[in-house]
């Protein structure tokens, strides 16, 4: 599961696809040094993404794969 406390690269290496989700959101800064030290909420806020929903596609996306 998916929170928004999560640090960005764990959130990846959870399932690596879940990358294509955060870029789509328009978090394009996957490869810099912030998403190794900020965690989902704060990365959304830097952005201007509501964390609350991009969590629910991260976790949908995982739960949808699962089955």
């Not at 810099?32 to 989902?40: D, M, R």
């Amino acid at each position: 599961m998916i929170t928004k406390d999560m640090n960005i690269m764990d959130i990846i290496r959870v399932d690596e696809d879940l990358a294509g989700i955060l870029i789509a959101s328009g978090m394009h800064c996957l490869g810099c040094a912030a998403a190794h030290f900020e965690n989902l909420e704060e990365a959304c806020a830097v952005h201007g993404i509501d964390a609350d929903a991009l969590c629910k596609d991260l976790n949908d996306y995982l739960e949808n794969k699962a089955n």
